[in-house]
């Protein structure tokens, strides 16, 4: 029974400096920063005066005070104001947690992303797709895609709900493809309808990829997040203005 215990507080311990750590990430924090109070509690435990449990409530409280007052909040609202997702570094783990989420709900255990293969900088592996593509020549993308400014179209595409964790390395492959092609893999069966559960849910959800269909998405993964992490973003008219997807028509969720 001990050692059950001893198990579950690591577990406790270490989900509750995740949490911190991602918390302080979304707040614009350019590193790991640690309190002092964490740091000397750290040490307590590292020479055997006390058990993790004081460094789990550090560690919640601290991660809460930034999640929970209107200071913190408000930072992270500031840091998250129309940020270019693809360039931001925690986007992958982002992505990671939102696929295996999926995956959790699926009542599977097949993994179709392996995080030490995603996480590499290969340059010839692109673990992260841009759905509406950095290069849209094509005239499907033009057509869901006009009359909005260019600063508007680049926004969209480095917005959080349109990048995609691909299960394997065929971003290349998909490229400037139209949609349809790319969910539905009508070019040797590399299609999102094969891939990662996050791969799978675009097909299921969209048939079209627009403006409407990238705000919709953007705005589930930060459910997702408020969940995961327990912070809040306030009302979805709150979230699309943090997005800086205002100029997108709402049409309420899809």
């Known amino acids: ?16 400096l ?21 740091l000397s509690e750290a040490i307590r435990l590292y020479r055997g005066e006390v058990d993790v449990s004081g460094l789990i409530t550090i560690a919640r409280s601290h991660a809460d005070l930034i999640s929970h007052s209107e200071y913190g909040k408000k930072q992270i609202r500031d840091a998250m104001r129309s940020r270019n997702f693809y360039s931001w570094r925690p986007i992958q783990y982002l992505l990671f947690e939102y696929n295996y989420d999926l995956q959790s709900r699926s009542k599977t255990d097949r993994e179709k992303i392996i995080w030490e293969k995603f996480a ?18 094509s005239q499907y993308w033009r057509d869901n895609f006009v009359g909005l400014k ?35 893999g009508r070019t040797h069966g590399i299609g999102y309808a094969y891939g990662s559960y996050s791969e799978n849910e675009v097909t299921v959800l969209y048939s079209q990829w627009t403006p409407q269909t990238i ?13 995961r992490w327990g912070v809040s973003f306030g009302r979805d008219s709150e979230k699309i203005e943090m997005l800086g997807l205002g100029f997108v028509a709402p049409q309420g969720r899809l």
């Open 1 to 16: 029974m001990i050692r059950v215990n001893e198990r579950k507080l690591k577990r406790d311990a270490f989900a509750a």
């Open 18 to 38: 995740e949490r911190l750590a991602f918390i302080q990430r979304l707040a614009g924090f350019s590193r790991w920063d640690a309190s002092p109070a964490l």
């Open 120 to 137: 590499e900088n290969e340059a010839d592996y692109k673990s992260i797709e841009h759905i509406y593509p950095q290069n849209a020549r």
């Open 150 to 184: 260019a600063a508007q179209r680049e926004l969209l595409k480095n917005v959080v709900g349109n990048l995609l964790p691909l299960s394997k390395p065929k971003n290349a492959s998909l490229s400037n493809l139209p949609y349809p092609d790319k969910a539905n």
């Open 215 to 227: 705000l919709d998405r953007s705005l589930k993964i930060l459910d997702f997040m408020e969940v």
